[in-house]
């Protein structure tokens, strides 16, 4: 089991921080649902709860994409036995009809005046409901791990293409008794990820959509610097997502072929930049604008461009200092 131990560096003394207890089951699931980004950028809670064949699933997540994003929250240490349980959830959702799926999550929805279609149609994901078309990411999160859980998360993602993320949480109490939360994040990217039934898109595929939407030369362009910068780009069905190399599954930006009126849907993932990147969430801001969903024009696109070839130029200069 992974372990992580925290030290105060006072008046230059190191003071070990000490680990609390605290309910982290139940405190994790309320965190989570009112602010998901503890997880991942973007995700937005769309059940809580909710009754399944084989138990109750914790939370259901829609991301920036529109893959429902399958969280199964322990008290302890995450085992093998949870991937069976997330798994046996991620069966139960792909079997759903759309209407099982839609009465599932409608009383959470209703509770927090949120509306499926809406969240769908941002993502340009309505297709996401039907289960031929379902793309599922399945989340664990606990207080450390137990040998053998990354051996089978491992095999999952690269022989059967199931993408997981495993998180581990822990508290530390500070001596004013303030307590400090930390997080650990293993990501296990499927070697081919694949939907649950859907073939694979391909980014030629997006671009013949873009050309039939007459966004084609802006996402080609966006896809040239972000190559120049070194970003990876990954095609949905509707979007390009461009992620950090080190991590494909996660999104730093997202555009989409399809435009909203004559501009351009995108969402900014700024946490994500700085934590894949030696540089702040604010350093982000300034040279690409906020963080979160846009709809911006072809100037307000190269403007962005810019501030991210700008942002990647400090990135880089930082990094060369710190090699020297």
């Known amino acids: 089991m992974n372990k992580v131990g925290l030290w105060q560096v006072l008046d230059g003394r190191l003071n070990r921080i000490q680990e609390s207890i605290i309910d982290l089951e139940k405190s994790l699931e309320d965190w989570i649902s009112e602010d998901p980004s503890l997880l991942q950028a973007g995700l937005v809670v769309v059940g809580r709860q909710i009754d399944m064949e084989g138990g ?13 994003t399958i ?13 069976a349980q997330v798994l046996d959830y991620a069966s139960c959702i792909a079997a759903m009809s759309a209407d099982e799926l839609r009465a599932k999550i409608e009383p959470y929805l209703n509770s927090h005046n949120l509306n499926l279609d809406s969240l769908l149609n941002q993502r340009d994901a309505g297709f996401a409901l039907e289960p031929e078309q379902r793309e599922l990411v399945l989340v664990i ?26 998180i581990s949480f822990e508290v530390f109490a500070l001596d004013d008794h303030r307590q400090i939360l930390s997080r650990e994040i293993t990501e296990i990217e499927a070697s081919d990820p694949l939907p649950v039934r859907a073939p694979k898109t391909t980014t030629i595929q997006v ?16 896809i040239e610097i972000s190559e120049q910068l070194g970003l990876y780009t990954r095609p949905w069905k509707t979007c390009v997502m461009f992620a950090p190399p080190s991590n494909r599954a996660r999104a730093l930006f997202t555009i989409w072929a399809k435009p ?64 020297s």
Request: charged share 25%.
């Open 56 to 68: 109750r699933l914790d939370l259901l997540a829609i991301d920036p994409q529109g893959r429902w």
């Open 71 to 83: 969280i199964e929250i322990k008290k302890g240490a995450l085992r093998r036995e949870t991937i």
């Open 207 to 222: 671009l013949e959509l873009a050309e039939r939407n007459g966004t084609a030369k802006d996402l080609r362009h966006c």
């Open 141 to 166: 999160v606990g207080t450390g791990r137990a040998r053998g859980l990354d051996r089978m998360a491992h095999f999952l993602a690269e022989k059967y293409g199931i993408p997981l993320t495993v």
């Open 260 to 323: 909203q009126g004559d501009s351009l849907r995108m969402w900014v993932g700024n946490k994500v930049f700085s934590e894949f990147y030696p540089i702040s969430e604010e350093a982000v801001s300034t040279y690409i604008g906020p963080e979160g969903w846009r709809v911006i024009t072809n100037q307000e696109l190269e403007t962005f461009l810019l501030g991210l070839q700008s942002l990647f130029h400090i990135i880089q200069t930082a990094g060369e200092e710190h090699e």
